[in-house]
């Protein structure tokens, strides 16, 4: 069913879920460990969902912070839930303050080498992680007991849990484009009923809205510190990148004049005003990423119906099942999860296929280096140098 500029159908349904692999571990490591509101959460998560779409009109992804919601899960010992709306606040307010000042438009000075390279990085990344799903689930008490005990269950030699990866992972590649049966779709359902089978979640249903910060205890200027030079300051430079000038020059490619919404600054604003949002309704600060876009895109969303699928999914586990919905959410097994991850890591390293010769391709590939044993911030900024220094002819690679 077309409606305007939203498509309504099971391949767009397919699309909308094809980014769970970056999304659920994530959310769920900053409300497992570091005790952030499951329902502000999944709440904020399917507004932020829902309003991207009907404002850009095309697939648009919603993610957690990755630098973030990585150092946040695992230095939970230190980082509370008033830490990371504080970075929410902080994070919201830079963002905000770029897309109306008109700072944000400097990126337009970034080179497409540099852009390649955050693409082939990024890519990079959810490619492993995806690996690393697959084959063993991570120690972490993100993960049921069930997928340990899968993993401990061998035949032929081989993990039971590691199989319903690869056997998810050959499904998806077989039915990518397929219409009637859509790869992403098989897979979650798929990878519920699995879980379903192993366990049956506690759940409570009922009416259940988030709460304002203020209810429940403003943060101190010690989370404001602690958040700025520990989140807040190291995610900047990632997301410029990825969630602004990556994501940019994405959905240019896939899109073209349908994209015209997808600018700079409306990007800077977008994710200014939802991290405002999370930080108002206890949620986790949330970006745009190219990564997301390649996967929603990968499995078959072409219009901003897949965005009022899913955020409308994320609205109705919040409200309907409120905290308890972490426990229907951790049934899906983590191996379905790196499948999803393995194939948009793919997609989104396929970008520098349209680079020429080895001048071009440097850039790229060094800072793939630089973000596998540092990270992409800090490739990002020695990308920007090495592009504007490969300008004149006099420096050889």
């Known amino acids: 069913m077309q409606i305007g500029d939203y498509r ?25 460990l570091n005790g952030v509101s499951a329902v502000g959460v999944f709440f904020m998560v399917g507004l932020f969902y829902i309003m991207a779409g009907i404002y850009y009109r095309i ?86 007991e069930y997928q340990g005990s899968l993993a401990l269950l061998s035949i032929a030699g081989v993990s039971a849990y590691t199989l319903i990866g690869l056997f998810g992972l050959l499904l998806a590649y077989l039915l990518l484009e397929n219409r009637k049966a859509p790869a992403a779709l098989i897979l979650v359902l798929g990878g519920f009923l699995v879980g379903f089978a192993f366990q049956q979640p506690r759940i409570s249903p009922g009416f259940h809205l988030p709460q304002p910060v203020f209810l429940d205890g403003f943060p101190d200027a010690e989370d404001f510190l602690t958040a700025l030079f520990l989140l807040v300051l190291p995610q900047i430079p990632m997301t410029l990148g990825n969630a602004v000038i990556a994501q940019h020059d994405l959905a240019k490619n896939y899109f073209g004049r349908r994209a015209e919404r997808v600018t700079y600054r409306a990007l800077a604003t977008s994710q200014g005003l939802a991290n405002l949002g999370s930080f108002l309704l206890q949620g986790m600060p949330m970006c745009h990423g190219a990564g ?41 097994p983590f191996s379905i999860l790196g499948v999803l991850l393995f194939i948009a890591g793919a997609e989104l390293m396929t970008m520098i296929k349209d680079l020429k010769g080895k001048r071009e391709f440097y850039v790229p590939l060094v800072m793939l280096g630089i973000t596998l044993v540092s990270n992409l911030a800090w490739a990002f900024a020695c990308g920007l140098v090495l592009a504007y220094l490969l300008k004149y002819e006099k420096i050889k690679v």
């Open 292 to 332: 997301g876009l390649a996967a929603h895109y990968r499995f078959g969303a072409r219009t901003a119906g897949n965005n009022i699928i899913i955020g409308g999914f994320f609205l109705a586990i919040a409200i309907l099942f409120g905290e308890s919905a972490v426990e229907i959410i951790k049934l899906l």
């Open 8 to 32: 309504f159908d099971r391949v767009e349904a397919a699309g909308s879920l094809g980014d769970l692999g970056t999304l659920l571990p994530l959310a769920l490591g900053m409300i497992l």
């Open 59 to 144: 697939p648009m992804p919603v993610q957690p912070m990755k630098v973030i919601g990585a150092y946040a899960i695992a230095s939970y010992a230190i980082i509370t839930p008033d830490t990371i709306y504080a970075a929410a606040l902080l994070v919201g307010v830079i963002l905000l303050l770029l897309g109306i000042t008109g700072l944000i438009e400097l990126s337009r000075y970034v080179p497409r080498t540099v852009v390649r390279g955050v693409q082939l990085s990024v890519g990079t990344l959810l490619l492993v992680r995806g690996i690393e799903f697959i084959l063993a689930p991570p120690r972490s008490e993100l993960v049921p």
